[in-house]
């Protein structure tokens, strides 16, 4: 059975890694990016099943993010993070679809459990 | 009896520095202002617990189980620095100059603290050190391994080559000046940079030509060296990456250079090779599977004088396979290089931590490399009677192992260590490193099998570190218990303190019956990773004492019976992983300078502002200087006026000046004892007047007016009036700081009690005087006794004795203020009744049995 395919887009690398390390050892196949720009390139190459993206990054934000990934990539599920967690990013969030919204710091566990829901509602 | 001479010149060095403090402090004149000072000392415990629950919280969140980024970081510690800053703020008001001393130390450690933060390590300015002057604080401008050889050589009575370092800084100068990022095209996202940029990079450094600066400072190095070990000697010149806490091996990763003759060209020559390899194809991998940006990395590279090694090899403290009580060393014959390089077929000893080895493998060791005397390294056939003998003795594998012991034991962790036996038979340590203790293949899911028991405790408890262990239960009650502990025990402990502090680098797991996430004990625990759960209620009733159990506190928290390998192994293989992260350490590496908790013991003469070395020790500074500086001010306090006298159902003849909420509205100058409001007052006052506690015709001594049953002594009769004042109870709605005299004996009460455990203390010092020495001691022995098995600290000095108790809950410490109530009538004159030694445990079972009523006893 293939692997799932997680893309993970922060600007702070320590997020992108401590996720990829976490996430890779549930067994998922894992990439990071530090903006936007260039996962938004790799999506062009590759299909991804889950999206877990930073809120506010320079240039293309997290909102742009999930609007262009439910626009070309519906298949494909949008978990987004913020270090800014205020009611109305969420709000934002949630109406443009996006399947979960965290506040960092994330409980690793928690947004282990939302990518694995993502999934199953996939199948 | 207790303490030893320094033991006693330390704690008389601190009772003179707390007479100096309070000369220099201003007293208060009158109620209002004690009430002032009382309010500062609150509003600072206040600020203390929050600061200590938002360093609990920083634990928690850089451990590993959250994503957090910068900005959570940064908030964070303003939060923290605007709590310390409010405590020490209000420690201005309560004490005077010491203030501005600590107030400076703080500003030091949180520029450091914002230092890491921002990426900006501290760095020497220094191009090169000698290996004398480096420590292991300095592995940002030395490089993890070579502060760690500083830190041994300096700190252990271990022999260590001589040599020196260029440093992180040295690199710096080296890339700049020739300008290898700039000639190489610098890349925006460098993860992408391909092999070929790397190899660009190495080549580059290889062929680079050394600032002049950089060339004169190794110059001199080098001359310095030389004047102390000849121009025979060889040097070995290493990596040593500036990664600032050593976790990280890169093991194998870099060049080394051996056999390297004492001239500045074959000097130079090496230091290109060596830190080429900073971007050679392997190592290069390595940083980006880890996360390392090559651009940030820097090499510190040391020179240390080889030694004509005999035999020589590596030392693991553990078995990297998990084992912890077993140290496993590799040896043969020569140079090390082949044992490192796995080249050879060593000999391999398994021994025990006592020495003994229980293992023994004699390898045939074909090859055996030696140095050139015009340099380099030679390799040579070893003669075939040696391939059949053991490279070292048994003597020998006890002194490795000895020295694995104090390597470990100062590197907090276990170690891979290098070693070499010289021809003259002396122990070398040539490295140590942190020893990652491999997780056992694949993820094994925790399960408790049938024929294990978990226990269930009586409260869920609080998981204060993570981790899985096992170890054989060992109890604990008091602090004496502490000596006995053996390597590797899980300790089951009646109520959390930090004294465990002595013990946690060689036991397994802490569980205790009462205890709090943010007391210092936890911090330490955290520290030191050492699994802990605390506040189960009944862990040291319901463990089994002598028996092997696993300890899983993780996802899932249990104790179960016996050793359980699978979840051993899984839970080490978690802890491993996070670390591996190079950005995840350095952030977590913050804690370093945030949690630790360095001063533990008040009564050590090194407890001052400046033996500060983390935002805890500030805390925990404030927190002990706050509670001495009330009880000072309390004295003068009391003799302000504005009294009233206390009518109790005993003839105690306290005087009560209330502060704010300890007695009900009064008419008059009396109070009644229903008419308390002060909890910790009141339950102490209940404490005293419980049936049968206070004894009044118990002693032979004793008469029957109301003086006579306070005191002892018909002369102290005469000076009943200036007994009556000392009888002084400064109160408000959670605080009582009480001075009774009863006879010579003179005992403080000092305690705050309120919702927050953290907040909550009892202070107790009892300064006796009697009829003889021994039974003076005596009694002191009962005290001790008495408070020791209701959780107390105890300190004796000669006649002194201080008991401390801090961090329950509202309902425990007022349970245990009713029984100190009680004990302060109990005791009251006992000397007379402790006849021999044996009566001290007698009475201490009369008290904790209830049977307070020693005449009926004494009758039977």
Not at chain 2, 532 to 556: D, F, H, Q
Not at chain 2, 701 to 716: E, I, K, R, T, Y
Request: charged share 25%.
């Amino acid at each position: 059975m293939d692997k799932k395919r997680i893309m993970v887009i922060d600007d702070e690398k320590i997020v992108g890694d401590m996720a990829k390390m976490s996430l890779e050892q549930e067994g998922y196949e894992v990439e990071t990016f530090l903006s936007a720009e260039p996962a938004l390139a790799r999506l062009k190459e590759r299909t991804f099943d889950v999206v877990v993206t930073d809120y506010k990054m320079k240039g293309i934000d997290g909102m742009e993010v999930l609007r262009t990934v439910k626009r070309e990539y519906p298949a494909t599920t949008v978990i987004m993070i913020t270090a800014f967690a205020n009611l109305d990013a969420a709000i934002e969030a949630l109406r443009g679809d996006v399947h979960d919204f965290f506040p960092k710091p994330v409980k690793i566990k928690e947004l282990k459990a939302s990518i694995k829901r993502a999934l199953e509602k996939a199948v | 009896m207790t303490g030893d001479v320094s033991d006693l010149n330390m704690k008389n060095g601190i009772i003179t520095k707390l007479r100096s403090l309070v000369r220099r402090t201003r007293q208060p004149r009158n109620r209002e202002e004690f009430g002032q000072l009382f309010r500062s000392f609150r509003e600072l415990m206040d600020s203390n617990t929050r600061a200590l629950e938002i360093i609990t919280e920083m634990g928690e969140i850089l451990g590993g189980d959250y994503l957090f980024d910068i900005q959570y970081v940064r908030r964070t510690l303003d939060e923290l620095d605007a709590r310390v800053a409010s405590s020490l703020r209000h420690f201005d008001e309560l004490s005077g100059e010491e203030h501005r001393e600590l107030n400076e130390i703080y500003r030091g450690i949180n520029g450091a603290v914002r230092q890491v933060l921002d990426g900006a390590a501290p760095e020497t300015g220094e191009l090169v050190l000698p290996l004398g002057k480096i420590d292991g604080s300095m592995a940002a401008s030395v490089g993890g391994k070579m502060a760690n050889l500083g830190e041994a050589k300096r700190s252990l009575p271990l022999l260590v080559p001589d040599g020196f370092v260029v440093t992180t800084r040295g690199f710096d100068a080296y890339v700049r000046h020739n300008r290898v990022f700039e000639k190489a095209g610098l890349r925006k996202d460098w993860r992408s940079a391909s092999p070929s940029w790397y190899d660009g990079l190495a080549e580059m450094m290889l062929h680079g030509e050394l600032p002049a600066e950089l060339h004169q400072a190794l110059a001199r190095a080098l001359g310095k060296l030389r004047s102390r070990c000849g121009n025979g000697c060889m040097l070995a010149v290493r990596s040593s990456a500036g990664d600032e806490d050593g976790v990280h091996s890169f093991a194998g990763q870099f060049a080394t250079v051996l056999g390297v003759p004492p001239d500045t060209d074959a000097l130079e020559k090496a230091y290109r090779k060596v830190t080429a390899s900073l971007f050679s194809g392997p190592a290069a991998a390595y940083q980006e599977r880890f996360g390392y940006d090559p651009r940030a990395m820097k090499m510190a590279v040391g020179f240390v004088v080889m030694v004509d090694a005999v035999a020589s090899g590596v030392l693991f403290t553990a078995d990297p396979a998990g084992g912890r009580d077993v140290m496993v060393i590799s040896s043969a014959w020569g140079l090390g290089t082949s044992v490192v390089d796995g080249k050879v077929d060593a000999d391999q000893f398994v021994a025990g931590r006592d020495g003994a080895v229980v293992e023994e493998r004699i390898g045939s060791k074909a090859a055996m490399s030696a140095q050139r005397p015009g340099g380099g390294v030679r390799e040579t056939e070893t003669p075939g009677e040696l391939r059949v003998e053991p490279s070292i003795s048994r003597t020998q594998i006890n002194e490795l192992v000895r020295a694995g012991g104090l390597l470990e034991k100062h590197f907090r962790g276990p170690q891979d260590v290098e070693w070499a036996f010289d021809a003259e038979g002396r122990l070398f340590i040539l490295q140590s490193r942190p020893l990652r203790v491999a997780a056992g293949a694949g993820a094994a899911s925790i399960r408790t099998d049938d024929s294990s028991s978990p226990f269930s405790f009586r409260s869920a408890g609080i998981v204060v570190q993570r981790g899985v262990a096992a170890g054989v239960v060992h109890v604990i009650k008091t602090d004496r218990d502490l000596e006995t502990v053996p390597r590797g025990a899980v300790l089951a402990v009646k109520h959390d303190s930090p004294s465990l502090v002595r013990v946690m680098p060689r036991i397994a797991a802490i569980i205790t019956d009462t205890g709090s996430l943010t007391s210092h004990m936890a911090s330490l625990a955290r520290e030191f990773r050492v699994p802990t759960l605390v506040n189960t209620g009944n862990a040291t009733k319901l463990l089994p004492a002598g028996r092997e159990v696993t300890v899983l506190l993780g996802e899932e928290v249990a104790v179960l019976m016996g050793r359980d390998a699978s979840a051993l192994a899984s839970g080490q293989e978690q802890a491993a992983q996070m670390d591996d992260l190079y950005e995840f350490r350095r952030k977590r590496y913050i804690l370093r300078l945030v949690a630790p908790l360095n001063l533990v013991d008040p009564f050590r003469d090194d407890f001052s502002p400046r033996a500060c070395r983390t935002v805890h020790d500030v805390l925990r500074f404030l927190h002990e200087r706050a509670v001495a500086r009330l009880i000072e001010a309390a004295g003068f306090g009391a003799r302000s006026g504005g009294a009233v006298k206390l009518d109790l159902p005993i003839p105690a003849g306290i005087t009560v000046i209330d502060i704010g909420g300890g007695l009900e509205a009064l008419q008059g100058e009396h109070a009644a004892l229903g008419q308390i409001t002060s909890v910790p007052f009141r339950a102490i006052a209940e404490g005293m007047v419980h049936p049968g506690a206070w004894r009044s015709e118990a002693v032979p001594l004793s008469m029957n007016n109301f003086l006579a049953s306070m005191v002892h002594a018909p002369d102290l009769v005469a000076e009943s009036d200036r007994q009556m004042g000392a009888n002084v109870a400064v109160i408000s709605g959670e605080y009582v700081n009480l001075n009774i005299k009863f006879g010579y004996h003179y005992t403080v009460i000092d305690s705050y009690v309120s919702d927050t455990p953290r907040s909550n203390h009892i202070y107790f010092r009892f300064a006796g005087g009697a009829t003889d020495l021994n039974k003076r001691s005596r009694r002191l022995r009962l005290i001790e006794r008495i408070l020791t098995e209701h959780g107390f600290g105890i300190t004796t000095r000669g006649d002194l004795l201080i008991g401390r108790l801090s961090g329950l809950g509202r309902q425990e410490t007022v349970a245990v203020l009713d029984q100190v109530g009680r004990l302060l009538s109990f005791t009251r004159q006992m000397d007379a009744l402790l006849q021999d030694d044996n009566a001290v445990e007698r009475y201490a079972q009369y008290f904790f049995t209830g049977a307070y009523d020693i005449t009926a006893l004494q009758g039977k």
